[in-house]
C-alpha cells in the first residue's frame, strides 16, 4: 500500500500533467490561490525537516528525480537489475518531459540514462573503491526521436572498472530500436559512504 507522501506526490503529478493541457484563463487565479492556500498548510506544519538528511539516510532513495516515488518530479521510474548486472526500466514519457513538439526532451534523456548507468555501476562495485560514484563523463548520441506516449525502455550495463573508475554503457529504445544511446565515466569519490553520519551507504 502506497505512503501518504506517495499519495501525495502521485496527486502533484497528475496535477502537473493537467496544467500542460489547459490554456491560459483568467479562471486559474481561483487554482493559484488554493494550490498557495495548500502550501501555506505544508510549510506551515512540514517545514522543520532538514531534507539533505532525509535523502542521504533513507533505506531507499525515495526522493530522487528518476526513480523517487515521493518526488512528483519523477515519473517514477522502477528500475529492475538482473542477475547479469543490466539494470532496465521501462517508462511512458508524458507531457511534463517534452521538448520538440510531441517528442522527449534530449536532456531528459541524459538524465535518465545518467542514472540507469549508474545503477548499474552501483549494483556492480566488486573491486571498486569504496566511495561514492559520481558520473565524471556521460557522452550521448541521439539516434532517433524518442516518442511520447509510448513505451520506452532505458537499459544499462557495467562494461569496465579500472580502480576508482568504472564505466558503463547503455541506450533507450523504443519498439525495440535504439533511440538513444550512452556512455558514462564514473569514479569512486574519496568521500566514502562511511564518512557520512549514519548513512547507510548506496551510489
Ligand atoms: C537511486 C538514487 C540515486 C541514484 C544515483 C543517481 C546518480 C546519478 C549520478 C550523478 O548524477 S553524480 C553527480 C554528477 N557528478 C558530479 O557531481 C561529479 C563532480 N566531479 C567530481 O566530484 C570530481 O571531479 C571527481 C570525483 C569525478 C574526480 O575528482 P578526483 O579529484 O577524485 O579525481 P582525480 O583527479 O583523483 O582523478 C582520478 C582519476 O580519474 C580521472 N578523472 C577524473 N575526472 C575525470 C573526468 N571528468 N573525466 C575523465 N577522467 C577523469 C583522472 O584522470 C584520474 O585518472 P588516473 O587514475 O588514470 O590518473
Redesign the pocket.
Known sequence: MPAPLEDVADALRRMMDLLLRVDDDPALGHITSELHAVSDLLEAEFDDERPFDKMLHSD??RH?P???VENAIAPPIV?EVDSDGTAHAEVDFGLPYQGPKGLLHGGISALFL??VL??AN?NNRSGVDNGF?????LSLRYHKPVPLFERATVSARQTSI????VRAAGEISVGGEVAVSAEG??????IRPADVPGDKG??
Open positions: 531507499a532513495p530522487d528518476v526513480s523517487g528500475v545518467d542514472h549508474s545503477l552501483s560514484l559520481v558520473t565524471a563523463q579500472d580502480g576508482r573508475k565515466l564514473f569514479i569512486a569519490t574519496r548506496g551510489a
